[in-house]
Antibody, heavy 125, light 106 residues
Framework: EVQLLGSGGGLVQPGESLKLSCATS????????MSWVRQAPGKGLEWVSA????????YYADSVKGRLTISRDNSKDTLYLQMNSLRAEDTAVYYC??????????????????WGQGTLVTVSS | DIQMTQSPSILSASVGDRVTITCRAS??????VAWYQQKPGKAPKLLIF???TLESGVPSRFSASGSGTEFSLTISSLQPDDFATYYC????????FGQGTKVEIK
């Protein structure tokens, strides 16, 4: 059974940093692209970032480019999101999501067949 | 960026009703569309991919169609478990979601 377990969320002040993790099991992690998708309170879904199976290729939404960095450790089957210079508008539940396949540059992601439970990031003074 | 315009935002319906949600892309995205169901406090669940392919385990009352810029998701006979919010997603150029459609009890 595929399992994705996000963690690392919390309350931070504007300008601070936070690192999210997503521990996975139940599939061959290195063979699949992974993404982060966020959802602001009461709002819709927003794709944030994706990474290829090898970690060689990364992709970002314009709204987060330069502030958020996606990475993965295939030896630990874990996905990460380093979040710097956080703003109030980054407040959201962050979901990690498994792609149905690995990515072919330049297109990534595809669609998401498994999701983590979400971790809440609150940016407020 | 490709925009996905989803309608309606809210859909009030009764158990047994046939309901349809539409999504319009701002440019041709062929069949690079997925549909998800989300319940309050839960992660989204994949229903449909490649515009019309039903994900394994999803009830056959769900169907979808479309290509190019116009897409739709239909529930043939609404069940109590189907009251939720539905999102379309394009994956032709990176990814964008529609704004969501909340299906509520009439």
């Amino acid at each position: 059974e595929v399992q994705l377990l996000g963690s690392g969320g919390g309350l931070v002040q504007p300008g601070e940093s936070l690192k999210l993790s997503c521990a996975t099991s139940g599939f061959t992690f290195r063979n699949y692209a992974m993404s982060w998708v966020r959802q602001a309170p009461g709002k819709g879904l927003e794709w944030v970032s994706a990474i290829s199976g090898s970690g060689s290729f990364t992709y970002y939404a314009d709204s987060v480019k330069g502030r958020l960095t996606i990475s993965r450790d295939n030896s630990k089957d874990t996905l990460y999101l380093q979040m710097n210079s956080l703003r109030a508008e980054d407040t959201a539940v962050y979901y990690c999501a498994k792609d149905w396949r690995d990515c072919d540059s330049p297109q990534c992601p595809y669609y998401f067949d498994s999701w983590g439970q979400g971790t809440l990031v609150t940016v407020s003074s | 960026d490709i925009q996905m315009t989803q309608s309606p935002s809210i859909l009030s319906a009764s158990v047994g009703d046939r309901v349809t949600i539409t999504c319009r892309a701002s440019q041709n995205i062929w069949t690079s569309v997925a549909w998800y169901q989300q319940k309050p406090g839960k992660a989204p669940k994949l229903l449909i991919f490649k515009a019309s392919t039903l994900e394994s385990g999803v009830p056959s009352r769900f169907s979808a169609s479309g290509s190019g810029t116009e897409f739709s998701l239909t529930i043939s006979s609404l069940q109590p478990d189907d009251f939720a919010t539905y999102y379309c997603q394009q994956y032709y150029s990176h990814s964008t979601f529609g704004q969501g459609t909340k299906v509520e009890i009439k």
